[in-house]
């Protein structure tokens, strides 16, 4: 459990799993004098509304509101800027208060369904080609609380709460697998946050033994996994990591997870002009998931400054989905891009600003 010590490092409140912040807030009340009940209040401002600051919780006596805003941190992250799109997504930047990192988040509304997009890792050591995280370079890890607090700052701010949740921002989730894990635990227990698990998806570029502990650990989480190029050389090339972890191995996992959980995997693909998206590409990718329960989502390359891609054009999008869906027994999807005005692409905002104050 998280532990505070003293003054000087005090607690983050929302890295505490449920039984761990029924004792730390029990002992913070009787130690302000305080009767047991001021605990499910907490609780309630905590993980129900998530004011800005401890002083905004109305009902709790100020001496204790105090007290609470000495021990604890209710906010790791620092609001940046965010930007609203024509489209409606709204994208978020947040600072790290440690090293003043930027972190992005986005809201993508569509319909009744609310979708937030959340980092997992302040930049990205995988760097993928296409992707403009990886070009910011890598800083570490976010602790649970900086994963859950970009969700509730974003419900506070916006007063949209997700109907999902989508673990697809900067970074590589299992990689940082200690921390997206307790961000889990705490995001789907209904004494918390209460999330249903089945709305959430974790997408990965590929750990085969952390896709099978993720698996087991939270077997109702669904699974997305980064494709991009079925021929070795090109994957090594597009994801560096599949070098570390070749896509045969990865597959394997992959149907693993399949079979443990009875839920079918989403295989994400950036189609790249003339890269990724043949004729002889689309039946490359057939003949190594056709037999994995799937559904398949393209997503057209997002320009970013430095990038060496370019965009590819509808018609050509069309024709490989065409494809592809001609060979594959799942639902291919032509995913419509979304916030393009305002950076939308991750990595792109956190990119452009930089070093900027």
């Known amino acids: 459990m998280p532990k505070s010590d003293g003054a000087l490092k005090p607690t983050p409140l929302l890295e505490l799993k449920a039984d761990e912040f029924s004792e730390v807030a029990a002992n913070a009340v009787k130690e302000a004098g305080e009767p047991a009940y001021r605990v499910e209040q907490l609780k309630g401002w905590l993980y129900e509304r998530t004011p800005l600051s401890f002083q905004d919780m109305e009902g709790l006596p100020r001496s204790l509101r105090t007290c609470l805003e000495e021990q604890f941190i209710l906010h790791p992250l620092e609001y940046d800027l965010d930007l609203l799109s024509e489209d409606g997504t709204r994208k978020f930047l947040w600072k790290q208060g440690r090293d003043e990192s930027r972190i992005e988040s986005v809201l993508i509304p569509d319909g009744d369904r609310i979708t937030y997009c959340i980092s997992t890792q302040a930049g990205c050591p995988v760097k993928c080609t296409f992707c403009a995280t990886g070009y910011g370079g890598f800083t570490g890890n976010l602790s649970a609380a900086e994963i859950i607090d970009q969700v509730v700052q974003i419900r506070k701010r916006t007063e949209q709460p997700p109907t999902n949740l989508v673990f697809m921002g900067m ?25 249903g698990a089945r709305r959430i998806t974790v997408s990965t570029v590929g750990i085969p033994d952390k896709i099978r502990e993720l698996s087991r650990s939270f077997p109702q989480v669904k699974l997305a996994l980064s494709l991009h190029a079925a021929d070795r050389q090109l994957r090594n090339e597009l994801v560096p990591l599949n070098i570390k972890y070749p896509l045969e191995e990865v597959l394997d996992a992959v149907q693993e997870h399949c079979r443990r959980t009875g839920r079918r995997v989403t295989f994400e693909y950036v189609i790249l002009p003339g890269i990724n998206d043949s004729t002889e590409d689309a039946r490359a990718i057939a003949g190594k998931i056709r037999k994995i329960h799937s559904t398949m989502n393209l997503i057209g390359f997002n320009p970013f400054e430095g990038a060496p891609y370019r965009k590819p054009v509808l018609k050509s999008m069309l024709a490989f989905r065409d494809e592809l869906r001609r060979l594959l027994p799942g639902e291919v999807t032509l995913r419509r891009s979304r916030g393009e005005d305002i950076q939308g692409a991750c990595g792109q905002l956190s990119l452009k600003n930089q070093g900027a104050e």
């Open 171 to 195: 970074g590589e989730p299992l990689l940082n697998f200690d921390g997206l894990c307790r961000a889990l635990s705490i995001m789907t227990d209904s004494r918390q946050l209460g999330i």
